[in-house]
């Protein structure tokens, strides 16, 4: 299990934090599971999280997160309802997060698999049920949210 980076109440106040606004993808598949990435890189390495990113100028939450899902993920996938907004405090800056029901287009009902994606930003990936989900690393700001999708069935 990673070492989490040192993680201690920043002195400012939030408004005084750097703000970061972003996205990110709670895929599905057919039955049930939640794809998970694993991160490769920077202060939070192999923790895991929900593919996304941040929302670039005149982009729409969701234009941001089909093309921060073919960034990372060189796939394609259909955009659902916003699950929740998370506002979260790290050290060094603020994240709101805007989690998005999504799921891969072009899913195979012959083998009941994702359809294809290339790993092109992260270390690992898998698909987890509800019941699993505890059983990665997640990042501090996406635990509240494992906890509410471990319970219930989006």
């Not at 990372?72 to 659902?80: K, M, N, P, T, W």
Request: proline share 7%; charged share 30%; aromatic share 10%.
């Amino acid at each position: 299990m990673p070492t989490p980076p040192e993680i201690e109440r920043h002195p400012l106040q939030p408004t005084q934090l750097k703000r970061i606004e972003v996205v990110a993808a709670v895929i599905f598949d057919e039955r049930g599971r939640i794809f998970a990435t694993q991160r490769g890189y920077g202060e939070w390495k192999d923790w895991w999280e929900f593919p996304g990113g941040k929302i670039e100028s005149g982009e729409t939450p969701q234009q941001a997160l089909r093309r921060e899902i073919r960034e990372e993920l060189d796939a394609e996938i259909e955009v659902g309802e916003l699950i929740r907004t998370i506002n979260y405090d790290y050290p060094k800056f603020h994240l709101t997060m805007h989690c998005f029901k999504c799921r891969l287009k072009e899913q195979s009902p012959m083998t009941n698999e994702q359809s294809s994606y290339t790993l092109l930003e992260h270390e690992a990936a898998k698909w987890l049920v509800p019941n699993e989900l505890q059983s990665v690393n997640w990042l501090p700001a996406d635990e509240d949210l494992i906890e509410e999708l471990a319970c219930a069935h989006l």
